[in-house]
Nanobody, 116 residues
């Protein structure tokens, strides 16, 4: 199993920045990809950014140029740097680990609120 613990969420004004962290523990050597997802009230969970094997990276169109996903392998931690935040970025952000064998794990989520 893999345990994921997110941190770094909070309240920020429009245009501000936050950095989310996701610390992984357990069978981290079997993780194939990390992703950040978000879910706003009344909406479906959506992919924000994903870092796959070989460090391939994908971003949702809505965050391209503003968000950056990165990984510190030595610390088994994945980050999401969020700049130029907008009110529509407000959501609960979840970290996801995709395993080599196909299953995946989720963190508990961290709330991001962007106020105007």
């Amino acid at each position: 199993q893999v345990q994921l613990v997110e941190s770094g969420g909070g309240l920020v004004q429009t245009g501000g920045s936050l950095r989310l962290s996701c610390a992984a523990s357990g069978r981290t050597f079997s993780i194939n990809a990390f992703g950040w997802y978000r879910q706003a009230p009344g909406k479906q969970r959506e992919l924000v950014a994903r870092m796959g094997s070989g460090r391939s990276i994908n971003y949702a169109d809505s965050v391209k140029g503003r968000f950056t996903i990165s990984r510190d392998s030595a610390k088994n931690t994945v980050y999401l740097q969020m700049n130029s935040l907008k009110s529509e970025d407000s959501a609960v952000y979840y970290c996801n680990a995709e395993m080599v064998r196909g299953d995946s794990y989720w963190g508990q989520g961290t709330q991001v609120t962007v106020s105007s």
